[in-house]
């Protein structure tokens, strides 16, 4: 166990050394500040990296990762990561990413306890009922776990528009778009949803907000 934890050292020596190699600047750039074009909320799972399936370097995509990609109005660290991305780094686009064999997906359609983590698939029970007549025709556990995952992604990109950060960003005129992603595990390949939100037009009358803020 103490030699897979101080691999990691090892591992971080040799990145060090190889990135000094191929740019010289590289790291003095970087401390310099961030300037990242992209939101990624994404999985907690180890298998799906931001940067290295996006084939982007540090500092291009700001990064917020929890159980299932989710969008919890109540939860104050995504709030909070989206609030700095959008306000102080000015990103203009938000991903919301998925993958299939989603642990948390795969969790959220059986009726095991698992343990306080239930209370958060909870969330991902409810888009299930959203969508039960859909996916209760799916017969392929496989396939109807493939089209969960879809259809979360999809709603949480829907939960990110109803948000007052982003719809007071549009109201102030920033450029920001939302887009809904699912990554393929069994190839490496990410996916386009085509869910792309850019304006509160697509947001139930009754989740739009005005511009106005209540003391």
């Not at 888009?127 to 556990?141: G, K």
């Not at 709603?155 to 990554?183: C, M, P």
């Not at 990410?190 to 209540?214: G, I, M, S």
Request: hydrophobic share 40%; charged share 20%; proline share 2%.
């Amino acid at each position: 166990m103490i030699q897979s934890y101080n691999q990691l050292f090892e591992n971080n020596k040799k990145w060090v050394a190889k990135t000094n190699e191929e740019n010289p600047e590289f790291f003095t750039n970087l401390a310099n500040g961030q300037s990242p074009k992209f939101l990624w909320i994404g999985c907690s799972d180890s298998r799906v990296p931001a940067n290295e399936i996006t084939g982007t370097q540090p500092g291009d995509i700001f990064v917020h990762r929890n159980i299932a990609n989710m969008v919890i109005h109540t939860d104050i660290s995504m709030l909070s990561v989206l609030d700095y991305s959008v306000n102080v780094l000015g990103v203009k686009h938000i991903i919301v990413c998925g993958h299939y064999g989603c642990g948390g997906v795969n969790a959220a359609m059986g009726n095991k306890q698992v343990g306080l983590i239930d209370n958060w698939l909870r969330h991902i029970k409810d888009v299930y009922r959203f969508h039960e007549q859909e996916l209760n025709a799916i017969t392929d556990p496989r396939k109807r776990s493939d089209r969960l995952v879809e259809l979360n992604v999809q709603e949480q990109v829907r939960d990110l528009a109803k948000t007052s950060i982003v719809q007071n960003a549009w109201s102030n005129g920033q450029f920001i778009q939302v887009h809904g992603l699912v990554y393929d595990i069994k190839n490496g390949i990410l996916n386009d949803l085509n869910v792309t939100v850019d304006d509160n037009t697509d947001v139930e009358e009754v989740y739009r907000l005005d511009a106005t803020v209540v003391a």
